[in-house]
């Protein structure tokens, strides 16, 4: 039976942007910014300064000195043997970010194959089974199962059309309980 895509974005699901930005944050300003304090605000917002947010983000170094979201690492090395996992990151927006992703991705994903990255301007194009993202506006268009990974962005939204989960531990339950149910009811498909 051919493996369940599954369509992962960087940052804020395997990469933690939001740590990232609060360390940055303060290294240049001396303000310490905590993650409660942005919780259901606009990234492009959330911070007193914004300016500085997208001068690091233009940053060599800032996205390859990155932490890694807690589990992601373990969770995924395990779901690659199940899916054909892609790692799927608008990342051309900050085209400087390339080397430093792709850098990221085989130091800390070292299981995941050069062909399992997809670096693309918008996500509108890419299919798949399942997309796990932080952001509605690369969900709304996708037309598989769509898994909303809170973020401090994101925290206040409550939408009909995707199942949230907070943390990797999450993702691991319902993609297997998922894969499941759908091999479960694959001989049934059949007739």
């Known amino acids: 039976m051919k493996k369940k895509i599954i369509l992962i974005n960087m940052d804020h699901v395997v990469a933690d942007i939001t740590h ?3 360390k940055w944050y303060k290294s240049a300003t001396g303000i ?3 993650r409660t ?3 259901g ?3 492009d917002k959330a911070f007193p300064r914004p300016d500085l947010i997208t001068e690091f983000l233009h940053t060599p170094g800032f996205f390859r000195s990155a932490p890694v979201i807690p589990g ?3 969770v995924l090395e395990e779901l690659n043997e199940l899916f054909d996992i892609n790692i799927v990151s608008a990342a051309m927006e900050f085209p400087q970010s390339l080397v430093e992703r792709y850098e990221w991705l085989q130091e800390h994903f070292p299981f995941i194959a050069p062909h ?3 670096f693309c301007g918008s996500k509108k194009r890419i299919s798949g089974d399942f997309m796990i993202d932080d952001h509605l506006k690369n969900l709304n268009h996708f037309k598989g199962e769509r898994l909303l990974f809170t973020a401090p962005h994101n925290f206040n939204i409550h939408r009909s059309g995707y199942t949230r989960v907070s943390n990797w531990t999450e ?3 319902w993609l ?3 894969n499941a149910l759908l091999l479960e009811l694959q001989p049934k498909l059949q007739f």
């Open 116 to 118: 399992q990255i997809i």
């Open 20 to 22: 990232q930005c609060i």
């Open 176 to 178: 297997i309980k998922r």
């Open 171 to 173: 993702v691991r339950k």
């Open 41 to 43: 605000k606009e990234e």
């Open 72 to 74: 992601s690492e373990q």
């Open 37 to 39: 304090d942005l919780l």
């Open 32 to 34: 310490e910014i905590k």
